[in-house]
């Protein structure tokens, strides 16, 4: 029968050519990255287990509090209404990521991203002392147990990560007495760590590699992301080429079997069958290389062998490779810095300068004033206040310009606020007719803190304009 439609030669290195999974065992090279890598990765999950626990000012070092809408960052807490600070604080990682990607590339895919950080440096092991090496073969009948064995673990790491996520959005407080109480008292904290656990041991038990390679979208930005420039794990095709096992040496030159000189590369495949996501480096810059440097530490093992330099496969980049000087200097490598320092000094500012409160005063909907049996104009507004200190704080407010003629009322008088909290007044601004030669009129409003906070706002004061007439 004709076949019409021919596979592809290569869609995707996870994928064989009739579409099934191509399930991934990597050779482990341990080599000078590798370790340096291993040290990175645990240093990371290190960190991460202890951030919630640690405290600065008596709050979390990280507490991303969504049901309150509070995000306290190493002793600081931004409110959901701190949108200029959010958005800085936003487009300054954004603009790390891109720097940090012009500079060195995936240099945050191979060395600090929790999805490689977990799966090469936690899970992969847990793999290899249950399942052997790549190749290796179980005793029979070792098999089904040391799979229950490996499945249990996973489950219990899984476990463990989906508490320590959860409690950055909970404290550890609330997870300690959740721990130790029933489910049915916290159903919705019970049902996140229970979905969290299943998709962790989804994402590193099965999907693996293939969040990536097509599931990560910092993964598909590479290519606008890099230029030649940039740092790439990458192999040298001058030296390499032509490949193949060396049949002869004359000097320092290997010969094939037709007695042709040949490049240093001789084709062992030991770069393909460590790398983690299926590909050959061989065959130049890819979107599936997360710049893990396996191969790296895989081919220098090899030249070390046959008596060559290492640095087949080596970190450089494109430009280098293909026999071009480097350029270290290039429009984004210096936009981007300029950039995150304009944006990094405007957070700081605008976060060492924010007050001990927000105020407001908006005026409420309906009529824009209110004539009183005796003459007097009404104006109803509230008075909104953020308490952003780490105290209680009682608030009142009293009109400090026009001196004479005008009062607010506060409904209720004053209000006591806790920290990080909002809340508003009811706001009467009464004032004399006469007052009114023009509409609207500004007057100036002085909010009080306990804590001896006093900020004025100016709020328009609408009234029918006087012309002399008698109240
Ligand atoms: S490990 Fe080095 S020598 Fe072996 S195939 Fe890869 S590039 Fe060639
Ligand atoms: S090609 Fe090399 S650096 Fe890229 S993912 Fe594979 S092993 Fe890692």
Same mark, same amino acid.
């Given at each position: 029968?004709?076949?019409?439609?021919?596979?592809?030669?290569?869609?995707?290195?996870?994928?064989?050519?009739?579409? *099934?999974?191509?399930?991934?065992?990597?050779?482990?090279?341990?080599?000078?990255?590798?370790?340096?890598?291993?040290?990175?990765?645990?240093?990371?999950?290190?960190?991460?287990?202890?951030?919630?626990?640690?405290?600065?000012?008596?709050?979390?070092?990280?507490?991303?509090?969504?049901? &309150?809408?509070?995000?306290?960052?190493?002793?600081?807490?931004? %409110?959901?209404?701190?949108?200029?600070?959010?958005? %800085?604080?936003?487009?300054?990682?954004?603009?790390?990521?891109?720097?940090? #990607?012009?500079?060195?590339?995936?240099?945050?895919?191979?060395?600090?991203?929790?999805?490689?950080?977990?799966?090469?440096?936690?899970?992969?092991?847990?793999?290899?002392?249950?399942?052997?090496?790549?190749?290796?073969?179980?005793?029979?009948?070792?098999?089904?147990?040391?799979?229950?064995?490996?499945?249990?673990?996973?489950?219990?790491?899984?476990? $463990?990560?989906?508490?320590?996520?959860?409690?950055? $959005?909970?404290?550890?407080?609330?997870?300690?007495?959740?721990?130790?109480? *029933?489910?049915?008292?916290?159903?919705?904290?019970?049902?996140?760590?229970?979905?969290?656990?299943?998709?962790?041991?989804?994402?590193? !038990?099965?999907?693996?590699?293939?969040?990536?390679?097509?599931?990560?979208?910092?993964?598909?930005?590479?290519?606008?992301?890099?230029?030649?420039?940039?740092?790439?794990?990458?192999?040298?095709?001058?030296? !390499?080429?032509?490949?193949?096992?060396?049949?002869?040496?004359?000097?320092?030159? *290997?010969?094939?079997?037709?007695?042709?000189?040949?490049?240093?590369?001789?084709?062992?495949?030991?770069?393909?069958?460590?790398?983690?996501?299926?590909?050959?480096?061989?065959?130049?810059?890819?979107?599936?290389?997360?710049?893990? &440097?396996?191969?790296?530490?895989?081919?220098?093992?090899?030249?070390?062998?046959?008596?060559?330099?290492?640095?087949?496969?080596?970190? *450089?980049?494109?430009?280098?490779?293909?026999?071009?000087?480097?350029?270290? %200097?290039?429009?984004?490598?210096?936009?981007?810095?300029? %950039?995150?320092?304009?944006?990094?000094?405007?957070?700081?500012?605008?976060?060492? #300068?924010?007050?001990?409160?927000?105020?407001?005063?908006?005026?409420?909907?309906?009529?824009?004033?209110?004539?009183? /049996?005796?003459?007097?104009?009404?104006?109803?507004?509230?008075?909104?206040?953020?308490?952003?200190?780490?105290?209680?704080?009682?608030?009142?407010?009293?009109?400090?310009?026009?001196?004479?003629?005008?009062?607010?009322?506060?409904?209720?008088?004053?209000?006591?606020?806790?920290?990080?909290?909002?809340?508003?007044?009811?706001?009467?601004?009464?004032?004399?007719? #006469?007052?009114?030669? #023009?509409?609207?009129?500004?007057?100036?409003?002085?909010?009080?803190?306990?804590?001896?906070?006093?900020?004025?706002?100016?709020?328009?004061?609408?009234?029918?304009?006087?012309?002399?007439?008698? /109240?």
């Amino acid at each position: 029968m004709e076949t019409l439609l021919q596979p592809e030669e290569r869609v995707l290195s996870t994928l064989n050519k009739d579409g *099934s999974r191509r399930w991934m065992k990597p050779r482990l090279s341990v080599g000078r990255f590798w370790k340096a890598r291993r040290i990175a990765a645990y240093l990371l999950i290190l960190i991460f287990t202890a951030l919630p626990y640690i405290k600065i000012n008596g709050k979390p070092a990280i507490l991303l509090d969504i049901i &309150a809408r509070e995000f306290t960052f190493f002793g600081k807490t931004l %409110l959901a209404t701190d949108t200029l600070l959010l958005a %800085l604080f936003m487009m300054s990682v954004f603009v790390s990521v891109f720097l940090a #990607t012009a500079l060195a590339g995936r240099v945050w895919c191979g060395w600090a991203c929790p999805q490689t950080v977990y799966m090469e440096f936690v899970y992969r092991p847990i793999e290899r002392l249950f399942d052997g090496k790549p190749g290796t073969r179980p005793k029979p009948g070792a098999k089904g147990f040391k799979k229950l064995l490996k499945h249990l673990t996973y489950l219990v790491i899984s476990a $463990f990560l989906a508490h320590t996520f959860l409690s950055y $959005f909970v404290g550890v407080e609330n997870l300690r007495h959740w721990i130790f109480h *029933s489910p049915a008292s916290h159903p919705v904290a019970f049902a996140v760590v229970v979905v969290t656990t299943a998709l962790m041991l989804f994402d590193f !038990g099965i999907f693996r590699e293939q969040t990536c390679i097509v599931a990560c979208p910092y993964g598909r930005f590479q290519s606008v992301m890099l230029d030649r420039s940039s740092l790439i794990v990458g192999y040298d095709k001058k030296r !390499g080429e032509p490949r193949g096992p060396i049949k002869k040496k004359k000097g320092d030159v *290997s010969l094939d079997v037709l007695g042709q000189p040949q490049g240093d590369c001789i084709d062992c495949k030991m770069c393909v069958t460590t790398c983690p996501t299926g590909i050959d480096i061989r065959d130049g810059l890819q979107l599936e290389c997360i710049h893990c &440097a396996q191969c790296i530490d895989a081919c220098d093992a090899v030249m070390d062998r046959i008596g060559k330099p290492r640095g087949l496969v080596r970190y *450089s980049s494109q430009e280098a490779l293909e026999g071009r000087k480097r350029r270290l %200097l290039r429009p984004r490598v210096v936009l981007y810095p300029l %950039l995150l320092t304009v944006l990094l000094s405007a957070f700081v500012t605008v976060l060492l #300068t924010k007050s001990s409160a927000d105020v407001r005063m908006i005026r409420e909907a309906g009529s824009l004033f209110n004539v009183l /049996p005796e003459g007097r104009i009404m104006n109803q507004a509230r008075l909104r206040v953020t308490n952003r200190t780490s105290g209680p704080v009682t608030y009142s407010a009293e009109v400090v310009s026009p001196e004479r003629g005008v009062v607010i009322e506060l409904v209720p008088p004053e209000m006591t606020l806790q920290p990080n909290k909002m809340d508003s007044m009811m706001a009467r601004v009464i004032a004399e007719p #006469t007052l009114f030669t #023009t509409s609207p009129l500004d007057i100036v409003v002085r909010v009080h803190g306990t804590d001896e906070f006093a900020r004025e706002i100016h709020f328009p004061l609408h009234g029918r304009i006087w012309h002399g007439e008698k /109240p």
